[in-house]
Nanobody, 121 residues
Framework: QVQLVESGGGVVQPGGSLRLSCAAS????????MGWYRQAPGKQRELVAS???????NYADSVKGRFTISRDNAKNTVWLQMHSLAPEDTAVYYC???????????????WGQGTRVTVSS
């Protein structure tokens, strides 16, 4: 009943910029925190940035000052604006949202399908 659809991934040169977007749709009563995770080859999935429904943000140390997370509660959409990209940012990026389903008032953690970001010259 709930789906996250991501877009914006691709190939970019070092120092470049990219913007990822993720929209939640379905039978949603409320979307709580939303976030972006990434998983590089051979590594565990890690939190990149998160944002609460009130707009409070948290970033991994590795992306502070370079990435910005934002959201539009009315559209149930979250973005990740990435600047000064480096090869170590190469990974599959996953959108995550805590959702209360309106039909059952049950809570679930929903993941997007992932979008690939490749930083290479």
């Amino acid at each position: 009943q709930v789906q996250l659809v991501e877009s914006g991934g691709g190939v970019v040169q070092p120092g470049g910029s990219l913007r990822l977007s993720c929209a939640a749709s379905g039978t949603i009563f409320r979307v709580n925190a939303m976030g972006w995770y990434r998983q590089a080859p051979g590594k565990q999935r890690e939190l990149v940035a998160s944002i609460t429904s009130a707009g409070s943000t948290n970033y991994a140390d590795s992306v502070k000052g370079r990435f910005t997370i934002s959201r539009d509660n009315a559209k149930n959409t979250v973005w990740l604006q990435m600047h000064s990209l480096a090869p170590e940012d190469t990974a599959v990026y996953y959108c995550n949202a805590g959702v209360v389903v309106s039909t059952t008032y049950t809570y679930l953690e929903q993941w997007g399908q992932g979008t690939r970001v490749t930083v290479s010259s």
